[in-house]
């Protein structure tokens, strides 16, 4: 069953680096989003895209983060100068039909802010 | 706004132990509901949805039913095995307000002991 990748499994970063997220979604799936899960605490919605472009995006979602899929394939998360309270569990999903089809989600990459 | 809320884990069952997680939501308009599981070093996978009230949802023996006059999405099983070892996320998604990003709860996790 296809599914959807993420790397790396875990990050370990140091306050104030920038950090690169990496998903590889379903090949025929066209809208993608990304989702983080501090410990704990809920799962929340940050970003989704479509098109080549964000679609909606929360209030976490700031000057810091950005998304983009550059070479076709891969969909990344980038986080600019990261914080302390950016470590997180960060989920990448995907699916084909937004109003008609659930959303497949990745394993999740640990990211770790020391 | 939207919000989920369902009961603190860890549940720590006895297989073929009977299972409940409780989910209760806070929605403006008229949401679909949906859990998810999250097995260890895995993703996040629907489980099961309901659509208008009074529907249940149903999978691998889990069932949920959509209870609009009080709010409630409770998970439940009848027997439960070492395998449903995971954590269940509860969430919801309001398409009245044109948008299809879930909104999850915190996630329950679930230890089954044989």
């Known amino acids: 069953e296809p599914e959807v990748t993420q790397t790396p499994s875990h990050q370990v970063t140091q306050m104030g680096q920038e950090v690169i997220l990496r998903c590889v979604p379903i090949?025929?799936?066209?809208?993608f989003y990304w989702y983080r899960q501090i410990l704990g605490q809920k799962v929340e919605f940050l970003v989704s895209?479509?098109?080549?472009?964000?679609?909606?995006k929360s209030e976490i979602f700031d000057d810091q983060f950005s998304v983009e899929r550059p070479d076709g394939s891969n969909f990344t998360l980038k986080i600019r100068s990261t914080k302390l309270e950016d470590s997180a569990m960060y989920f990448c999903a995907t699916n084909d039909i937004p109003d008609l089809h659930e959303q497949y989600f990745g394993p999740g990459t640990r990211l770790t802010v020391t | 706004g939207n919000s989920v809320t369902q009961m603190e884990g860890p549940v720590t069952l006895s297989e073929e132990a009977f299972l409940t997680i409780n989910c209760t939501y806070t929605?403006?308009?008229?949401?679909?509901l949906f859990w998810y599981v999250q097995y260890p070093g895995e993703g996040l996978q629907l489980l099961l949805k309901a659509t208008k009230a009074d529907d249940k949802g149903s999978n691998k023996g889990f069932e949920a039913t959509y209870r609009k006059e009080t709010t409630s999405f409770h998970l439940e099983k009848g027997s439960v095995q070492v395998s449903d070892s995971a954590v269940y996320f509860c969430?919801?998604?309001?398409?009245?307000?044109?948008?299809?990003?879930?909104?999850f709860g915190r996630g329950t996790s679930l230890i089954v002991h044989p």
């Open positions: 969430a919801l998604s309001d398409k009245e307000w044109g948008s299809y990003i879930p909104t």
């Open positions: 929605a403006t308009g008229y949401p679909s």
């Open positions: 895209f479509y098109n080549n472009e964000i679609s909606e």
């Open positions: 090949s025929n799936h066209l809208y």
